[in-house]
């Protein structure tokens, strides 16, 4: 097995102290950090993502795989000169709208989406829609990834998307929902540009909705 693929069992595998120790055996050995994500970190959390499709892995699988990417990509990040491995993802301000708390779901979907390559802005829970206007325009974000997991908090996904286009910024994003009470007729109703049913969707959507 090569060390791509010792460290793709090992996030697949969550053995997060592994994940650690053959990043760094890889640098040791002269592999260049952004090698690293397309050949080993992402295949790995596609698997997953499969896995999780599929029903073969459920929640706290994933979230111990995506442990041991983050053990990965913590290392990682700071090698990659200017970000660029990246920022050529994308960059995603993520959070759970305004009076929800839930933040199971929207973590996972973080965290796949890191693992994808993607840059990560996380706003956490509760964020206003002047929180999110103010990370996309900060951050030059172009998609924006918005969870809900109360029936009375999925209106303040349209709030955000009001609050978008009143700062003119609309047209530069991308704006993705989920969450288990929102659906796709819900996403095309507020004007959403994408629903996932799960992270792996999340991934999906954001690929193609902001290709490389
Ligand atoms: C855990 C939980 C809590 C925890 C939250 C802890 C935390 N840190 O998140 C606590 C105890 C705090 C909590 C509180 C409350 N909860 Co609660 N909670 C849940 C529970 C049991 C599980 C949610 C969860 O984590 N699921 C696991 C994750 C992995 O799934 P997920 O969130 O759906 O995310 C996946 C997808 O939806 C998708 N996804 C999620 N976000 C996004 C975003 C994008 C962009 C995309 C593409 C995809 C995507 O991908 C994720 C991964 O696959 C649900 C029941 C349920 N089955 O959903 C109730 C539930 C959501 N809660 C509920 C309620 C009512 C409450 C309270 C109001 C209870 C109360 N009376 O105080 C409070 C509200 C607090 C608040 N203001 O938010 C109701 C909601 C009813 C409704 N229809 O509105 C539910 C459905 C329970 C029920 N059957 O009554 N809750």
Redesign the pocket.
Known sequence: MTLFEELQQAIINGKAPVAKELTDKMLKEGIRPAEIFPKAIVPAMDEVGRR?RDCEFF?PE?LIAARAARASTDILRPLLSGEEALRSAGTVV?C?VK???????????AM?LESAGFRIIDLG??ATPEKIVEAVRQHKANIV?????????MVNMKAVIEALTAAGLRDKVKV???????TDAWAHSIGAD?????????VE?ARQLAPV
Do not use: E, R
């Open positions: 999780m929640i994933v993520c759970t009076g929800d708390l839930h933040d199971i779901g929207k973590n996972i979907v796949m829970v509760d990834a918005l969870s809900a997991l109360l029936t009375t908090t993705l929902v989920g969450g288990a009470p929102v994408g629903y996932g049913k799960d992270a792996p969707a999340a959507l």
